[in-house]
């Protein structure tokens, strides 16, 4: 079966606390994108990869950091430097980049205390 | 000003009924543009996109882009009460760089 995976679900750190959230897809897209949605707002873009080996920040990339060192894997690392990090983190993939269609992981529920 | 807005809602229609759902777009570069689905408390899951002005069809699904007035809308026809989610609406900005700009949602309850 093709398609973006996620892990783990749920997710709880302490404050402080680094921790790398795993994206994984087997469709063959060039384009990988993480975003994060909070209670009652849309989808804001942490850090997109159109190839291997290059990332650029989105408009949330303080405290965030990312790695695309092969075409199947983006994980996001998020930091102690991250001020609000308790979100839904979503990672997406597109065929490449330029107006194709995003598909979506199920996402990772993050909570840190 | 926000790339792409959306009604809030929430928008609330009656089993069968036609639920009508508009979005707006600030970048006249912008190219192409997509609805999506989601569930309390599930990712997005992609139901329609749209590149050329006028109307696309998919069974219940219309999705309707005016670039002149810039907007993009969603129809859902004889709509279920399993069609209850916040339909998110995104678009490019007709740059090479691909990445979407998201609505905050609009909240749809088909109620039986």
């Known amino acids: 079966d093709g398609g973006i995976t996620q892990s783990p679900k749920y997710l709880f750190r302490k404050e402080g606390q680094n921790v790398t959230l795993s994206c994984e897809q087997n469709?063959?897209?060039?384009?990988m994108y993480w975003y994060r949605q909070d209670p009652g707002q849309g989808l804001r873009l942490i850090y997109y990869?159109?190839?291997?080996?290059?990332?650029q920040k989105g408009d949330i990339a303080e405290g965030y950091s990312v790695s695309r060192e092969k075409k199947e894997s983006f994980p996001l690392t998020v930091t102690s430097a991250q001020k609000n990090p308790t979100a839904f983190y979503l990672c997406?993939?597109?065929?490449?980049?330029?107006?194709?269609?995003?598909?979506f992981g199920p996402g990772t529920r993050l909570t840190v205390t | 000003q926000k790339e792409v807005e959306q009604n809030s809602g929430p928008l609330s229609v009656p089993e069968g009924a036609i639920a009508s759902l508009n979005c707006t777009y600030s970048?006249?570069?912008?190219?192409?543009f997509f609805w999506y689905r989601q569930y309390s408390g599930k990712s997005p899951e992609l139901i329609m996109f749209?590149?050329?002005?006028g109307d696309k069809e998919d069974g219940r699904f219309t999705a309707q882009l005016n670039k002149a007035s810039q907007y993009v809308s969603l129809l859902i026809r004889d709509s279920q009460p399993s069609d209850s989610a916040t339909y998110l609406c995104?678009?490019?900005?007709?740059?090479?760089?691909?990445?979407?700009?998201f609505g905050r949602g609009t909240q749809l309850t088909v109620w039986p």
């Open positions: 990869s159109q190839i291997v080996n290059d990332f």
């Open positions: 469709l063959n897209h060039d384009a």
């Open positions: 997406a993939s597109s065929i490449r980049t330029g107006g194709s269609e995003q598909y």
């Open positions: 970048d006249r570069g912008s190219q192409s």
């Open positions: 995104a678009g490019d900005r007709g740059s090479t760089l691909g990445r979407l700009y």
């Open positions: 749209i590149y050329s002005n």
